[in-house]
């Protein structure tokens, strides 16, 4: 492919990002989402990984049924220390698989049938 369809297809993924403020969880640690798209994310969280590595993350979702946990495996992508960000680090993501979708159920209307 030659640099410039590269640059494109980078520049196309960079506008279908959607700045989005979530919170998630990678591996216990809690984190916050800077901007979602389909295929990855942008996480900002106190905790150093490492490029290249593949971590499982969770991220809560507010939907019309509920409050609900999006399960995840992805690969760390980036990473940016945050300045001002008392020592938090932004973690590029992309998403590899999803494991599933799971709705806490405290939160679920008591006829839902569910």
Do not use: W, Y
Request: proline fraction near 4%; aromatic fraction near 4%; charged fraction near 25%.
């Amino acid at each position: 492919m030659e640099s410039s369809n590269i640059r494109q297809v980078e520049k196309q993924s960079r506008s279908a990002r959607k700045a989005a403020r979530l919170p998630v969880s990678i591996n216990k640690e809690p984190g916050v989402t800077r901007d979602i798209s389909a295929s990855g994310m942008f996480i900002v969280q106190g905790r150093q990984q490492q490029v290249g590595s593949r971590i499982e993350f969770t991220v809560d979702l507010d939907t019309p049924m509920g409050k609900m946990k999006l399960c995840c495996e992805g690969e760390v992508v980036r990473i940016e220390k945050i300045s001002g960000g008392d020592g938090e680090i932004g973690i590029g993501i992309k998403i590899l698989k999803q494991f599933g979708q799971h709705f806490i159920l405290d939160n679920l209307p008591r006829d839902s049938g569910i």
